[in-house]
């Protein structure tokens, strides 16, 4: 289904069985890089008023809330879902079934499978903005696969998040975090191991169960 007023380029390719909204542009160039596909698998959903440029390569349902910009570089997985007003600059790597909140701010991060991501969630690029050459100066953030970052964090450029940890919302990562970590604070510390999270409604024997067998 395809709302009204959109801009979509020929050279952009989407799969069957998907809602674009209103007032939607998708494959446009930037100014900086030639123009390229936008390719985008079945199933999507595409919000009013959501940008997407050339460039950019997503899989099964892909669900991109009204007001987010995808610059171009960037690659999704499938069931990655997006909160309205984020932003994903160039050159991310987005895996399968993750989840990012509304107005996230993300340039030059790798993200694995299963991560959950809160609102307002900072990933930093540069250590010494503005600086020509911060991209040689620091690689990419990582994120491993199954971590919870919540609301309002801060994660410093070129940091590993390893697999199996929680980020506490309003933490200030400037180190890296180690496989199976809980972190609060600025500058965020370890606080327990994250066997050691308990499902304080008791509904649950342990929190994140639905991510399966994932420890």
């Known amino acids: 289904m395809?709302?009204?007023?959109?801009?979509?380029?020929?050279?952009?390719?989407?799969g069957v069985d998907s809602i674009v909204e209103s007032y939607v542009q998708l494959g446009i160039a930037d100014r900086f890089h030639p123009l390229g596909k936008l390719v985008i698998g079945n199933r999507a959903f595409i919000g009013s008023r959501c940008t997407i440029y050339s460039g950019v390569t997503a899989g099964d349902d892909f669900d991109v809330s009204d007001q987010t910009t995808?610059?171009?570089?960037?690659?999704?997985?499938n069931r990655v879902r997006i909160g309205p007003k984020a932003v994903i600059k160039n050159?991310?790597?987005?895996?399968?079934?993750?989840?990012?909140?509304s107005q996230v701010f993300m340039e030059r991060v790798f993200i694995e499978n299963n991560v959950f991501i809160g609102p307002h969630t900072v990933f930093t690029d540069d250590k010494h903005p503005p600086c020509l050459k911060y991209s040689e100066c620091v690689s990419e953030i990582y994120i491993e696969s199954?971590?919870?970052?919540?609301?309002?964090?801060?994660i410093n450029p070129g940091l590993r998040i390893g697999h199996h940890s929680q980020i506490y919302s309003g933490s200030v990562i400037t180190e890296n975090v180690p496989p199976n970590s809980v972190i609060s604070g600025n500058p965020a510390k370890i606080i327990k191991g994250f066997d050691q999270l308990k499902c304080s409604a008791g509904l649950f024997e342990r929190p994140f169960m639905s991510w399966g067998n994932s420890n």
Do not use: K
């Open 91 to 101: 050159g991310c790597h987005i895996g399968d079934d993750v989840r990012i909140n």
């Open 146 to 154: 199954f971590v919870s970052i919540g609301a309002n964090v801060t």
């Open 2 to 14: 395809m709302g009204m007023f959109n801009i979509i380029g020929d050279n952009v390719e989407i």
């Open 70 to 77: 995808i610059f171009t570089q960037n690659i999704f997985g």
